[in-house]
T-cell receptor
């Protein structure tokens, strides 16, 4: 069965600090997708990135970067020079094909990031 | 881009009544939609997978007679919480598959 673990429940940093959010996953499939979502206090989910299992290239988007390592089943997310607006809950999620039909998206427990001014 | 519209955003209902939540894909056809429930400070837990024109597939532990899902068209899925009780109070959010997963804005249900 698929599983996503985010061991960091809460992280508090001061503005301009760099912060890394950890994500470790378990899956039996060789083909799968990994995601990161941001959930601000309003509740809506904001898509940040999707990565497939065959693409281990790290990605950078502005202040955001992602490190995907299949060898350790990890997909970590780093925010550089954090800002107060980055304060939110961040979810890592995994999608694998089940029964050759529907790809369910399973979420980790989330990490609450608080960026202090 | 793909947009999923979810209504209502919040609802308060009396214990014992039923509540219907709608999830619409506005600019694409969604053959599959997913319904999640999120309790305060917890993760999103998948409740069921909704497939257009067929019965929904429920996750283990989710009462299908209590959480009725209908996916009658390619753009609309509904979740009805029947005979709601205070313990059903939660944040419900739908998702549709389009390239990745597009989420509605969620519905905050409070049962009093």
């Amino acid at each position: 069965a698929q599983k996503v673990t985010q061991a960091q429940t809460e992280i508090s940093v001061v503005e301009k600090e760099d912060v890394t959010l950890d994500c470790v996953y378990e899956t039996r499939d060789t083909t799968y997708y990994l995601f990161w979502y941001k959930q601000p206090p309003s509740g809506e989910l904001v898509f940040l990135i999707r990565r497939n299992s065959f693409d281990e290239q790290n990605e950078i988007s502005g202040r955001y970067s992602w490190n995907f390592q299949k060898s350790t089943s990890s997909f970590n997310f780093t925010i550089t020079a954090s800002q107060v607006v980055d304060s939110a809950v961040y979810f890592c999620a995994l999608s694998e094909r089940t029964d050759g039909a529907t790809n369910k998206l399973i979420f980790g427990t989330g990490t609450l990031l608080a960026v202090q001014p | 881009g793909a947009v999923v519209s979810q209504h209502p955003s919040w609802v308060i209902c009396k214990s014992g009544t039923s509540v219907k939540i709608e999830c619409r894909s506005l600019d694409f056809q969604a053959t599959t939609m997913f319904w999640y429930r999120q309790f305060p400070k917890q993760s999103l837990m998948l409740m069921a997978t909704s497939n257009e024109g067929s019965k929904a597939t429920y996750e283990q532990g989710v009462e299908k007679d209590k959480f009725l899902i209908n996916h009658a068209s390619l753009t609309l899925s509904t979740l009805t919480v029947t005979s709601a009780h205070p313990e059903d109070s939660s944040f419900y959010i739908c998702s549709a598959r389009y390239y990745g997963y597009t989420f509605g804005s969620g519905t905050r249900l409070t049962v009093v």
